[in-house]
Each structure stands twice: as structure tokens, then as C-alpha cells.
């Protein structure tokens, strides 16, 4: 019988050992499932702070965009009145240019009236002394029926 008994206990043993395997095995794919939990935690952790800053820099270039936006209009609305001061400071050249030529044309006018003036001056002074001259003598080369060689106004 002692045979017996001992054949009786290794079935026992076995199923022991066995269950203890087993467990271990549990406690194992426990400890990886945990472990791919806790890694997997991690990573959701880290992919949601990377979406935080995906989240903030879309907004910075929002923000810039909508700032290049305001610029670029400032800067057609500042072409745009440029252009017009461009127009607007040519036209006032080409009114200075007329305006100095018409003064020029005007002196020159003046400057012949000025010297037809002298002329015409100087021939009545010429006309003048020849009458004095003529009633100091008693004389007038006109005959008197003739017109005055100037009026007498």
C-alpha cells in the first residue's frame, strides 16, 4: 500500500503544481495586461497633450493670419491714397508748369510793350524837341490845313 499512497498524492501534487503554474501564468498576463494598460495610459496622456499644443498653435496662426489680414489691407488702403497723392502732386506740376509758362509768355509781352513804349516815347521826344525847335524859329513844317501828327488829347 505505501505505493499506493504515493500514487495517490502525485496526482494531487500535479494538480497542485499545475494550479500553481496556472496561477502564475495568470498573474503574469496580469501583470503584462496591466503594464500594456499603463502604457497605453502614457500614450493617451501624451497624445492629448500633443493635441493641446496642435490646439494652441492653430490658434497663434489663426491669430497671425487674421493680423497678415489687417496689414495687407493697411497696406492697399496706403497704396490706394498714395497713388491718389501721386495723381494729385502730378496734376499740381503740370498746373506750376503752365502757370510759369504763361508768366514767362507775360514778361515777354511786357518786355516788348516796355520797349515799344520806349520807342513810342522816345519818338514823341523826338517830335517835341522838333516842334519847340520849329516854334522858336516861327515855322511849322505842317501846312495849316493839315492834321496834327499826334492827337491832342
Not at 7 to 20: H, I, L, S, Y
Not at 81 to 100: F, K, Y
Not at 122 to 149: E, H, I, K, Q
Amino acid at each position: 500500500m505505501p505505493q499506493t499512497l504515493i500514487t495517490d498524492r502525485e496526482p494531487a501534487v500535479t494538480d497542485r503544481r499545475a494550479g500553481v503554474r496556472h496561477e502564475y501564468q495568470l498573474r503574469a498576463q496580469v501583470e503584462t495586461l496591466e503594464l500594456r494598460l499603463r502604457k497605453r495610459d502614457e500614450q493617451r496622456r501624451a497624445m492629448l497633450h500633443i493635441m493641446a499644443d496642435l490646439n494652441e498653435s492653430n490658434k497663434r496662426l489663426a491669430n497671425q493670419r487674421k493680423a497678415m489680414l489687417h496689414i495687407l489691407a493697411d497696406y492697399e488702403q496706403d497704396r490706394r491714397r498714395l497713388a491718389r497723392q501721386t495723381e494729385r502732386l502730378d496734376n499740381s506740376r503740370r498746373a506750376l508748369l503752365h502757370i510759369l509758362q504763361d508768366s514767362h509768355k507775360d514778361k515777354l509781352r511786357l518786355e516788348a510793350s516796355r520797349k515799344a513804349m520806349i520807342h513810342i516815347m522816345g519818338d514823341l521826344r523826338g517830335c517835341a524837341t522838333n516842334r519847340s525847335n520849329w516854334s522858336r524859329r516861327g515855322s511849322s513844317p505842317r501846312s495849316a490845313n493839315s492834321p496834327p501828327a499826334w492827337p491832342t488829347n
